[in-house]
C-alpha cells in the first residue's frame, strides 16, 4: 500500500490506475482482500489521491472501487458521496458510478443525494405486461407516468425477481431512463429477454415484475415462464 501511495502520483495514468485497481476490496478476477472489506481506511488514502484525475480511464477504476466498499461498508461511501459532491462534473459522475449499488438498492439517501426525491404528484397509468411467455421469449410491458405537475427529476427502473431452483426467488434491478421531465406524461414501453445466456440460468414458473421511480414501488405483478 506504501507502494501504491507513490504509484498515485505517477506521471503514468496505467500506473495510477494501477494504484486504485490493485487495492479493490472485491475484485471481479482475483481473490478478495478481506482485511479492506472490513477496515477500508488505506485504501480511501490513495482514493483521495486520485478522485479528481485528470483521467477518466483512472477515476472509473476510482468508481469501482468505491463502489465494492459500498457493498460492505455503505455508510462510509454514503458520508464520503456527501463529502465530495458538488466539486466539478467529473467527480459528481464519478460518484454517481460508484453509488450505482447503493443507488439500485434504492437507498432513499443516496437517491436524494443525486437529485432523485420521492415523488409526491406521480401516478402510473394504461399499465400492460405479458403475463405468461415461453422460454426464449420476451417479456414486454409499457405504461405512463402521469403527473399534475411536471414530473420532475426521475430515475425509472423496473425489477425482476427471477425464480431460483431452490424455489425462491433472486432480484435484479434495471435501469430504464434517467432525466429531468418538464412534461406531465411520459410514455415508457420495455422488453426483457428471456433468451439462454451463460450468465443467468432461468427456472419456469412464476416470476415478479416492478416499477420503480426514484426508488418507490408503484406496480408489482407476477407472471408466468413455460
Known sequence: ??????????????????????????????????????????????????????????????????????????????????????????????????????????????LALFGFVKPTDISLENFTYSSSIAMGEEITFSFDIVSQLELGKLRIEFVIDFLRKNEKHNKKVFKIAEGRYKDRRKKVSKSYSFRPISTRVYYKGEQKLSILINGVTYKEVAFKLY
Open 1 to 110: 500500500m506504501a507502494q501504491m501511495l507513490i504509484w498515485a502520483k505517477s506521471d503514468n495514468e496505467h500506473v495510477r490506475r494501477l494504484a486504485s485497481e490493485g487495492c479493490r476490496p472485491r475484485l471481479p478476477w482475483a481473490v478478495a482482500l478481506p482485511a479492506f472489506k472490513a477496515n477500508p481506511k488505506a485504501v480511501l488514502e490513495v482514493l483521495e489521491l486520485l478522485k479528481d484525475d485528470t483521467s477518466p480511464y483512472v477515476r472509473k477504476s476510482v468508481a469501482n472501487n468505491l463502489n465494492d466498499i459500498s457493498k460492505d461498508n455503505p455508510e462510509l461511501v454514503k458520508e464520503l458521496a456527501r463529502e465530495w459532491i458538488g466539486y466539478s462534473k467529473e467527480r459528481d459522475t464519478l460518484l454517481k458510478h460508484a453509488c450505482r449499488t447503493l443507488l439500485k438498492a434504492s437507498d432513499s439517501k443516496v
